[in-house]
């Protein structure tokens, strides 16, 4: 299993960039996936979620209405599409796969088995 987060980079306040995370080594079609992310001296954190199929989207309260979470099966591929961004959304941004079988929430990063490296935005003028 391999998850290889990217699009990540330099922005300036009200800024917009769009992440992938191109998935392999599993059938990506029939897992839900998540995106979280970091900032410096932080624990992570979950930003956003999307069911197998993407008919189903969460977000923590802070983003919603500024990023959306998507996915293209055929591509196994998923995105995160990041508006009007502040520098207070500077951190490393991972995607996860969520467990076959989770056992506490989609908010908690426990209920993911996979994760990509990682990709850094920073926010700043």
């Known amino acids: 299993v391999q998850l290889q987060a990217s699009g990540g980079g330099l922005v300036q306040p009200g800024g917009s960039l769009r992440l992938s995370c191109a998935a392999s080594g599993f059938t990506f079609g029939t897992y839900a996936m998540g995106w979280f992310r970091q900032a410096p001296g932080e624990e992570r954190e979950f930003i956003a979620f999307i069911t197998w199929n993407g008919g189903d989207t969460f977000y923590h309260d802070f983003v919603k209405g500024r990023f959306t979470i998507s996915r293209d099966n055929a591509k196994k591929t998923v995105y995160l599409q990041l508006n009007n961004l502040r520098p207070e959304d500077t951190a490393v941004y991972s995607c996860?796969?969520?467990?076959?079988?989770?056992?506490?929430?989609?908010?908690?990063?426990?209920?993911?088995?996979?994760w990509g490296q990682g990709t850094l935005v920073t926010v700043s003028s």
């Open positions: 996860a796969r969520r467990r076959t079988n989770p056992f506490t929430s989609i908010y908690d990063q426990a209920d993911y088995d996979y």
